[in-house]
């Protein structure tokens, strides 16, 4: 039921961290993988390593927050593959501040990476989708489109509402789209380490001595733990779900 063999998977963000992850998860799984990213040498070095183990794999430089250059990336993946199968809406940023701190520059930053780049790029993929009446979409939200932190570390309110907004997007488009036998589901982890996180939460020990206490499983999440939920939602395993979101935070969100 998890296996992809025949399909091809989308991936934005997937230049580095749990996108990267994805990307390699979905090649294990017996996908086509087109990764999707700004960083074109990255992802030039990721698509090198997943060729070597025979994977069919399309490096596309794209910036989500672009309409053109979405555009011209889902171009080059239906010209090359003929066909999206899975898409992973996995960009995003992480911007810290309150409402009292905040400039208009980074709310934007946030709103247009997060959610405006899951339209843009959703915007381009769902009518191949809806034309072969199959697909799976997988939106990233975040453990924090639930839960609110005092800590000055962890206050990033763009980021509180653009990962819940994510979840709207996400419940609408599940709506409109399951008659032409599309799934969209979310998943929203907790705290992984990954580029974004490794510079600012992960350098705090005392930080991270108190999440681990917190958290029931005692510790972050590790490379690779959050792939199971991305390869449930995008296989026939999840074939009569959508519109749903998962948690994955080692159980921090609950206590």
Wanted: contains cysteine; charged residues 20%; proline residues 2%.
């Amino acid at each position: 039921m998890f296996n992809l063999k025949g399909k091809v998977a989308v991936v934005t963000g997937a230049s580095s961290g749990l996108g990267a992850d994805a990307a390699r998860a979905y090649a294990k799984a017996g996908a086509s993988v087109a990764i999707l990213a700004r960083r074109k040498e990255k992802l030039e070095a990721l698509a090198e390593e997943l060729k070597s183990d025979h994977t069919n794999v399309l490096a596309v430089s794209c910036d989500v927050t672009d309409e053109a250059s979405v555009k011209s990336a889902v171009q080059q993946v239906i010209e090359h593959f003929g066909k999206i199968d899975i898409l992973l809406n996995n960009a995003g940023i992480a911007v810290k501040g309150g409402v009292d701190t905040l400039s208009q520059d980074d709310w934007n930053r946030s709103m247009d990476t997060n959610v405006k780049g899951i339209f843009l790029v959703s915007k381009y993929v769902v009518p191949h989708m809806m034309e072969q009446h199959y697909g799976k979409i997988i939106n990233t939200s975040s453990v924090n489109a639930f839960i609110g932190d005092k800590a000055d570390l962890f206050i990033r309110h763009s980021y509180n509402a653009s990962k819940s907004a994510v979840l709207g997007l996400s419940m609408g488009m599940a709506a409109s789209y399951g008659k032409y036998n599309i799934t969209v589901n979310t998943i929203c982890p907790g705290l992984f380490e990954s580029e974004m996180t490794s510079s600012t939460l992960f350098q705090s020990e005392e930080f991270l001595k108190a999440y681990s206490y917190q958290c029931p499983l005692g510790r972050p999440g590790q490379p690779g733990e959050l792939n199971g939920a991305i390869l449930f939602f995008s296989s026939d395993a999840s074939s009569y779900i959508t519109g749903q979101f998962m948690i994955i935070d080692g159980g921090t969100s609950f206590v």
